[in-house]
């Protein structure tokens, strides 16, 4: 693979609800962050991607509401429906397709719609619609399959939303900034057995965008770029009966791949940090596992001995994670981000001493069906 | 360094308005099967997957991880690609970035919908900006019967010059098996009778509601030769989405995405002359108007020149240039599927299997997308590499 980079990258602030903002305004945020953040005009931007769901927002080709605010005005541009490390995935082949530069750009607004709605409608529609399955009720059972199989307790993955939430609090983007205990999380109301309130992300709104960069463009930048090493992606069966739910072998498949290419041979030793898609407390240890990070069953071990604290051997989501601010589609290129700020030294009050190499890591589908992961590094 | 790319393999289902006796899953499935047998491959051998359809059509939420057992999607990278009508070139030009980046060696796209369990212009009013546009430009048909009378009334054309369009790609269609219009032709009396829907445009000058997929492989340089004994080579591809607004599109100054889009695509294949160079055409002709005002955008004939340029029967197959010996867009239309349709049947043409449709001594091809808020995407196709 060539050498191509994440020169610049934007951000919103994460909130419950951002009123005044249509699509068009929080694209236009990130995308002209990004542009400043890389020291780039538009006329550095040769081709653009957005990151948009019709179902999310509630319009037919929804990516038709952001195009300008893109900055895709006779402009190459292309539309990817999923999550944003998928949509980045796609402007990096068009970088190391021939494009000198790529913007990527995703926007959601959970506020705009119903969560329970639009996920359900993730199901077949003749055999689990009406069964009323859907994001938060799958996860439930997949936390159940994950539990029973390993004999982990809700204690265990309360821990994980009580470390992330108080990452946030370094983290001037998050949503939700949390002093919690175990208890907190424990006594916080049923949401679907064995999830409670402060197991589940939050509704979120918000938009990021990154700029893909050849080795020669990314020169012309002004930050000091952070180069893609290794990205893939992979999708499991889709009916939940025909998975493994314990067993995120799809994501064993994207990491092992991602680090193939990026000659990542002991994960745990040579990778500094981890911003991963933790929708549910559950999922940052069962990710971890998937990673390659600790053996099955042990992600849960791994938190509570510290090892992903932020002063731990491995920090994983730094940045308050995905349960500290869920904007869809926007969570996983915003993992991405905070693994490129990670890496330059510019995450802030969050910042990790000495970030050599970094994972970023997004999902689509039901219980995380289908995973992207990303190798970033310093060199 | 970009790799080359070609295309190697096509697939499509026989398409109906209604296909009743498959499900959404089998239906990709049959066009992917076809796709597969046609260049021998199996799916053990494909590396990456791309799929595209509009979800509020069969109302799916997240089609690309639902659709795994149709697309043979398990435990293989798959993503979703939607942009409206363009779709399905979308789809095509992420297959091409797929392969060219070096990344996976054989790609496979999938385009698709089943529109008889979709209300689709319910769906696609929500496309219009809820304040703005919506009241007015809602649906498909608003902004096209802006144009077409835009033109009649800037170069004279008339309904019956629209109507020689559609009466081509019905003729067309009857070469064509797959066609959901195949064995039913059409004439110029038949077009001028039909239900006038939005003036200028009456029920036989628009495309129909299909159901049906297509499916299409592409290869790396080195692999394709492999697979194909000729290859359709990817020359160049050109996309312009660029308006968010109906009313921001300039109805009068001919298709200006197509215009930007061709002229950037011809100009990377090195392409001159297009009426001279390009061989046949599969373009995504929505409605018959489109037929004569977007060949002079793409440049095949000057401003106005449209109307004669078809009745002297330079794009009917025999002529100078063929535009859509498969029927188009008129005679078939599974709208996720309709613009990778335009690309399978243009690497069709290079590939040389085209049988009753097939265009002699092909060796450019060219394929549009059509969609959005009037976007265009264009792909140039050839036997010689680029």
């Known amino acids: ?379 | 360094m970009a790799r080359r790319v070609a295309i190697v393999g096509t697939g499509q289902t026989h398409h109906k308005s209604h296909r009743i006796d498959v499900n959404g899953k089998e239906l990709i499935n049959e066009a992917v099967t076809r796709a597969l047998d046609d260049c021998e491959l199996t799916i053990a051998d494909i590396d990456a997957i791309i799929i595209g359809n509009m979800d509020h059509f069969e109302s799916i939420n997240y089609v690309d991880t639902w659709s795994i057992e149709g697309s043979g999607g398990y435990m293989k990278p798959i993503m979703k690609v939607t942009t409206g009508g363009t779709t399905g070139t979308s789809v095509a030009i992420a297959g091409y970035y797929h392969v060219a980046s070096g990344i996976f060696d054989k790609v496979l796209c999938i385009g698709w919908e089943k529109n008889s369990e979709s209300d689709t212009t319910t769906a696609i009013v929500t496309c219009s900006d809820p304040i703005w546009d919506r009241f007015s430009y809602s649906g498909a048909i608003p902004s096209l019967a802006t144009e077409a009378s835009a033109y009649m009334e800037q170069y004279g054309a008339t309904q019956e010059d629209a109507a020689y369009v559609a009466v081509r790609e019905r003729t067309h269609a009857q070469n064509n098996p797959y066609a959901q219009m195949y064995n039913r032709p059409i004439t110029i009396e038949d077009v001028m009778n039909s239900a006038m829907l939005t003036y200028p445009i009456k029920l036989l000058d628009v495309c129909p509601r299909t159901d049906g997929a297509c499916a299409v492989v592409f290869a790396a340089e080195g692999v394709a030769e492999k697979i194909a004994p000729q290859p359709a080579w990817i020359k160049s591809c050109s996309v312009r989405h660029t308006t968010t607004w109906f009313g921001d599109v300039d109805y009068n100054t001919g298709m200006l995405s197509l215009k930007r889009a061709s002229r950037e695509a011809f100009e990377t294949a090195g392409i001159k002359s297009p009426v001279d160079e390009i061989d046949v055409a599969e373009l995504y002709l929505p409605y018959s108007y489109a037929g004569l005002k977007w060949i002079e955008a793409i440049g095949f004939c000057g401003p106005g020149e449209g109307p004669r340029f078809i009745r002297d029967g330079n794009t009917n197959m025999g002529g100078k240039l063929p535009i859509n010996p498969s029927g188009g867009v008129m005679s078939t239309n599974c709208i996720g599927a309709t613009a990778l349709l335009r690309t399978a049947e243009a690497a069709i043409q290079i590939l040389g299997k085209g049988d009753k449709r097939q265009v002699p001594d092909v060796t450019n091809a060219m394929a549009t997308g059509f969609g959005g808020c009037w976007w265009s995407d264009v792909i140039i196709l050839s036997k010689d590499k680029p």
């Open chain 1, 1 to 379: 693979m060539d050498k191509i980079a994440i020169v610049g990258v934007g951000q919103t602030t994460y909130k419950r609800k951002r009123q005044a903002d249509i699509f068009y305004d929080m694209v236009y945020e990130v995308t002209v962050k990004a542009m400043q953040d890389a020291g780039y005009t538009l006329d550095d931007i040769d081709n653009v991607v957005t990151v948009s769901n019709d179902f999310l927002d509630g319009r037919t080709i929804s990516c038709m509401a952001v195009q300008e605010a893109a900055g895709a005005h006779d402009k190459n541009v292309s539309t990817i429906e999923g999550d944003g490390t998928f949509g980045a995935f796609y402007g990096a082949m068009r970088v190391l397709g021939g494009f000198g530069t790529t913007l990527v750009v995703a926007h959601s607004k959970g506020s705009e719609g119903d969560p329970r709605v639009i996920t359900n409608a993730m199901f077949d529609p003749i055999y689990h619609r009406s069964l009323g399955l859907d994001a938060i009720s799958s996860s439930a059972i997949q936390a159940n399959a994950y539990m029973d199989r390993y004999g982990l307790s809700e204690e265990q993955f309360a821990l994980v939303s009580v470390k992330n939430h108080k990452n946030a609090q370094r983290n001037p983007y998050a949503q939700l900034p949390l002093e919690l205990t175990v208890d907190d999380v424990m006594q916080s109301r049923m949401i679907a057995d064995p999830l409670k309130l402060l197991d589940c992300s939050p509704v979120s709104d918000g938009a990021a965008a990154v700029i893909i960069a050849n080795e020669d463009r990314a020169k012309k930048a002004r930050t000091k770029p952070v180069w893609i090493k290794g990205v893939a992606h992979c999708a499991d069966a889709y009916f939940l009966g025909d998975r493994d739910l314990t067993d995120p072998k799809a994501l064993k498949d994207a990491a092992k791949r991602a680090y193939t290419m990026a000659g990542i041979n002991t994960p745990i030793k040579e990778i500094d940090l981890v911003e991963l898609y933790d929708a549910f407390s559950y999922m940052e240890p069962l990710w971890l596992e998937g990673m390659g990070f600790c053996d099955p069953g042990k992600g849960a071990d791994i938190t509570e001995k510290g090892i992903t604290a932020l002063d731990g051997k491995l920090p994983v989501n730094p940045s308050g994670g995905v349960l500290s601010a869920h904007p869809v589609l926007v969570a996983g290129l915003t993992r991405i981000i905070e693994a490129v700020l990670q890496i330059r030294g510019d995450a802030g009050e969050h910042q990790i001493d000495g970030v050599n190499t970094a994972l970023a890591h997004g999902l689509n589908g039901p219980c995380g069906q289908s995973h992207c992961v990303w190798m970033l590094g310093r060199k």
